[in-house]
């Protein structure tokens, strides 16, 4: 197979614009060749609320619902959801929000679009590491 051009974002939850402080929270991946437009996240609410201890986690979890959902093309998403792929991209890693933010879209190559999803998330959102404690 042939390695096909993709692009991504990462989504960030920002619950303090003036402290710079953000939680990676998921990952937007687009490949056009393969028509694939897919959007992962996870909220950890314990993390947020050392973030954040007033943000509130539900609401957060909602918004990034919306935007798996969008990407997706779920009908009842709204009706960015009905646009193409593309736009559809486009519009997820826009700048619209305060909370919810993406990092600048980065690009691959991928034989696999689901797989590198899932690698990109894994290694950009999971947590598999403890912090450790300061003395």
């Known amino acids: 197979m042939v390695p096909e051009p993709f692009q991504y974002a990462t989504i960030r939850v920002v619950p303090r614009i003036e402290r710079e402080e953000f ?4 990952v937007i991946l687009f490949c056009r060749t393969m028509s694939f437009l897919q959007a992962r996240v996870a909220l950890d609410p ?10 509130d986690a539900a609401e957060i ?13 779920d009908p009842q998403a709204g009706p960015i959801a009905q646009m193409p792929q593309s736009e559809r991209f486009h519009w997820l890693v826009a700048p619209s929000s305060t909370v919810i933010q993406t990092s600048s879209v980065h690009s691959g190559l991928c034989e696999d679009p ?8 894994s290694g950009l959102v999971t947590t598999t590491t403890r912090p450790r404690q300061l003395d």
Do not use: M, S
């Open 61 to 73: 979890a909602a918004h990034l619902d919306a935007r798996v959902r969008t990407a997706a093309g």
């Open 114 to 121: 689901q797989a590198t999803l899932e690698r990109l998330f």
């Open 46 to 55: 314990r993390r947020l609320e050392l973030l954040a201890g007033d943000a």
């Open 23 to 26: 939680l990676n929270v998921g």
